[in-house]
Structure formats: structure tokens, C-alpha cells
């Protein structure tokens, strides 16, 4: 893997930003003399889905829509702060399983989402 090569999302477009550097795609940032460090904490934590405020999900987590999100074949969106119950996590791009009342069975992404207290 190349110094610029990004250890997070493997984006060959790296590029420096004074002593690190930076991933465009992802955002992620480094020091390419820890790469490899960065590399074994990302492969143990892949399993980790944290919401838009950091915080991680569980399984049966209640969590809550914070910005409206367009559904392919609905006349509208599902609106910001729906309350979803129960979700499932899984891997993939969207990785939370769940029910919305009103729209039914779908995947969001968890960006899109926060954990209700």
C-alpha cells in the first residue's frame, strides 16, 4: 500500500496536509508513519456502527431520523426526528434494518441517524 493509499476506505487519492494526510472520499485523516497501526484499530472496529453523533448502536437500539430522507416509490419522505423502534444492525451501505411506521420494511444509513435517550 502506497503512502498516499487511505488505510480506512483504501481510496488510492490521498493527499498530504502538513505532517498527515488526508482521504477526500472518506474524510479520514492519518500519519502515514502509523499506517499500519491505523490499519489493524480499522479491521477490529469494522464491526462498530456508531450514529452522526458518534455514539455507538446496538441491536434493538431505538434510534431517530434527523434529516429527511426521500424513499424510492413514496410520494413523500420520512420526515426528521421519526422515532424508529428495534433496529437490527447489519454490514453493507445501509447497516440498520428496521420498520418505519408509515413507509414499512427498509436499510438507512446510520448517518442519517441519532440514538434516542
Same mark, same amino acid.
Given at each position: 500500500?502506497?503512502?498516499?493509499?487511505?488505510?480506512?476506505? =483504501?481510496?488510492?487519492?490521498?493527499?498530504?496536509?502538513?505532517?498527515?494526510?488526508?482521504?477526500?472520499?472518506?474524510?479520514?485523516?492519518?500519519?502515514?508513519?502509523?499506517?499500519?497501526?491505523?490499519?489493524?484499530?480499522?479491521?477490529?472496529?469494522?464491526?462498530?456502527?456508531?450514529?452522526?453523533?458518534?455514539?455507538?448502536? =446496538?441491536?434493538?437500539?431505538?434510534?431517530?431520523?434527523?434529516?429527511?430522507?426521500?424513499?424510492?416509490?413514496?410520494?413523500?419522505?420520512?420526515?426528521?426526528?421519526?422515532?424508529?423502534?428495534?433496529?437490527?444492525?447489519?454490514?453493507?451501505?445501509?447497516?440498520?434494518?428496521?420498520?418505519?411506521?408509515?413507509?414499512?420494511?427498509?436499510?438507512?444509513?446510520?448517518?442519517?441517524?441519532?440514538?434516542?435517550?
Amino acid at each position: 500500500m502506497s503512502e498516499s493509499t487511505c488505510p480506512k476506505c =483504501q481510496s488510492p487519492y490521498g493527499y498530504p496536509t502538513g505532517n498527515s494526510m488526508m482521504c477526500p472520499e472518506c474524510g479520514h485523516e492519518w500519519n502515514p508513519g502509523e499506517a499500519t497501526s491505523i490499519e489493524e484499530e480499522t479491521t477490529t472496529s469494522d464491526s462498530i456502527i456508531k450514529d452522526a453523533n458518534g455514539t455507538i448502536l =446496538q441491536d434493538g437500539d431505538t434510534v431517530i431520523i434527523i434529516k429527511d430522507l426521500p424513499v424510492k416509490g413514496a410520494s413523500k419522505p420520512i420526515k426528521a426526528g421519526t422515532k424508529v423502534k428495534n433496529i437490527k444492525l447489519t454490514t453493507g451501505d445501509h447497516n440498520i434494518d428496521c420498520k418505519v411506521d408509515g413507509f414499512g420494511s427498509m436499510g438507512l444509513k446510520s448517518q442519517f441517524v441519532r440514538k434516542s435517550v
